[in-house]
């Protein structure tokens, strides 16, 4: 079973401010890590992905992620938000599966970044 | 290209009546996944399939839902009899299997019991 833990609900943030975005998850198998967001009365939309490979990892937007597996973490930052970065985050995991199958996402509560003018 | 197109975008119905919500995925994915959202238990995984197969359904809820998938371009998630605790957003969304679970998700069902 896997379980993902956002740890911050609401996050607010001055506009270009920087801010970060805590992830954390617990699988008893390898995973893929996703940040998703969700701007209000609209689907979810992929930032980034963390599949393999360097543990940084860059998204639209000017997002990025670092994977960090001794502590369990994927955690989203970016150097100077803007107003227009106001919406729903979430993080997900998966399943690695067996060569990249698909499999269901388990989501975060998800983080409701405010950005401040 | 169309995204994932979902319909109705927003339902309001009584208790006890049937509810069909219905999803077209991407041309070309062959995964197919229902979620539910609600403010309390936040984006839950219903079920999911793979080449129009049900592969995990363990997260539906009871036996009045049920999903289908009877083809490629197409699927269906019903609801009978509705019941208000039933109210949230339901998202499909649909990957490539062997893309890593890079999922493409639609805007979204609002439905509401009453």
């Known amino acids: 079973a896997q379980s993902v833990t956002q740890l911050d609900s609401q996050v607010p943030v001055f506009e270009e401010a920087p801010v970060e975005l805590r992830c954390n998850y617990s699988?008893?198998?390898?995973?893929?890590l996703f940040w998703y967001v969700q701007y209000p009365n609209q689907g979810l939309q992929l930032l980034l992905k963390?599949?393999?490979?360097?543990?940084l990892v860059k998204g639209i937007n000017g997002f990025e992620a670092e994977f960090n597996k001794s502590q369990t973490s994927f955690h989203l930052r970016k150097p100077s938000v803007h107003i227009s970065d106001t919406a729903e985050y979430f993080c997900a995991v998966s399943d690695r599966g067996s060569g990249g199958g698909a499999d269901g996402l388990t989501f975060g509560k998800g983080t409701h970044l405010i950005i401040q003018p | 290209d169309a995204g994932v197109i979902q319909s109705p975008r927003h339902e309001v119905t009584e208790m006890g009546q049937e509810v069909t919500l219905r999803c077209k995925p991407i041309s070309g994915h062959n995964s197919l996944f229902w979620y539910r959202q609600t403010m309390m238990r936040g984006l839950e995984l219903l079920i999911y399939f793979n080449n129009n197969v049900p592969i995990d359904d363990s997260g539906m809820p009871e036996d009045r839902f049920s999903a289908k998938m009877p083809n490629a371009s197409f699927s269906t998630l019903k609801i009978q009899p509705s019941e208000p605790r039933d109210s949230a957003v339901y998202f499909c969304a649909s990957s490539i299997a062997g893309s890593y679970n890079e999922q493409f998700f639609g805007p979204g069902t609002r439905l509401t019991v009453l």
């Open positions: 699988s008893s198998v390898s995973v893929y």
């Open positions: 963390y599949l393999s490979g360097s543990t």
